[in-house]
C-alpha cells in the first residue's frame, strides 16, 4: 500500500500531537508546517471555524501541492455570547505583537471576564471544524463538538488551549487533567477527526491516487 503524504497545516506543536495520535494507523506520512518554514501564514479572517479550516488547507494544498488537513477550533461560552469562539487564539492579544498571547493569557482573561458566574451558567462548549483540501481542489469537512463548563480556577498539566479551565462534567475534572487517550476520545477534535478519518480509510486510493 502506498505511503500517501498528508500536510496538517498548523505549527502548533500541542495540535501535531493530537492529530497524529488521532491519525495513527492509516498509513500515511504526516507533516506539518514546521516541515515548510517558508510558507507563509495562513491569516484566519474568516467568520467561522468553518471558514478558517477551509481557507487554511485550501492555501497549504495550493503552496505544497500536497493533500492539507486544516482545522480551526475553539471555546463558547454561552455568558459570554459565544466568545471567544474565532478569537480563541488571540483572545489576550494579537497574534502577530512582539510578544503574542500564550494560553495562559488567553485563558486568564476568560476567567476574569467570569468571575462571579453562578457554576450553572458557566456553560461552554469547545468547537473544531476540520478540512481536508486536494490540490486538484476537491475539500471535504467534518465538525465536533464537546460540551461542558468554565472551571472557577485552572487545574491538570495535559492538553494545551483553554484545557485547563475546560471543566467535563463526565469525568469530574478539566480537560487538562484527563489522559490524551481520553482526551482524544471525548473531545471536539477527537469527533471530528473520527469521521475524517473514516472518509480516509474507505476512500484512501481514490482520494490521493492523483
Known amino acids: 500500500m502506498a505511503a500517501f503524504t498528508l500536510v496538517m497545516a498548523t505549527r502548533n506543536p500541542g495540535k501535531v500531537r493530537e492529530l497524529k495520535a488521532l491519525l495513527r494507523g492509516l498509513g500515511f506520512k504526516l507533516k506539518s508546517l514546521a516541515d515548510f518554514p517558508d510558507l507563509p501564514e495562513v491569516p484566519e479572517a474568516g467568520e467561522s471555524f468553518a471558514a478558517n479550516a477551509a481557507a487554511k488547507a485550501r492555501e497549504v494544498a495550493k503552496l505544497t501541492g500536497l493533500p492539507a488537513l486544516a482545522d480551526d477550533s475553539g471555546l463558547e461560552v454561552e455568558a459570554l455570547g459565544g466568545r471567544p469562539g474565532v478569537f480563541s487564539a488571540r483572545y489576550a492579544g494579537n497574534l502577530t505583537a512582539p510578544r503574542p498571547p500564550g ?99 474507505s476512500r484512501r486510493e481514490e482520494l490521493f491516487e492523483h
Open 103 to 201: 494560553d495562559q493569557d488567553n485563558w486568564g482573561k476568560l476567567l476574569a471576564e467570569m468571575a462571579g458566574v453562578p457554576r450553572e451558567e458557566r456553560q461552554a462548549r469547545f468547537v473544531c471544524e476540520i478540512a481536508l483540501a486536494l490540490p486538484d481542489g476537491r475539500l471535504f469537512r467534518a465538525r465536533g463538538e464537546c460540551a461542558g463548563y468554565i472551571a472557577q480556577e485552572p487545574k491538570g498539566e495535559q492538553g494545551f488551549g483553554y484545557d485547563p479551565v475546560f471543566w467535563v462534567p463526565e469525568y469530574g475534572r478539566t480537560m487538562a487533567e484527563l489522559a490524551p487517550r481520553v482526551k482524544n476520545r471525548i473531545s471536539h477534535r477527537g469527533r471530528a477527526l473520527r469521521e475524517l478519518r473514516e472518509l480516509l480509510r
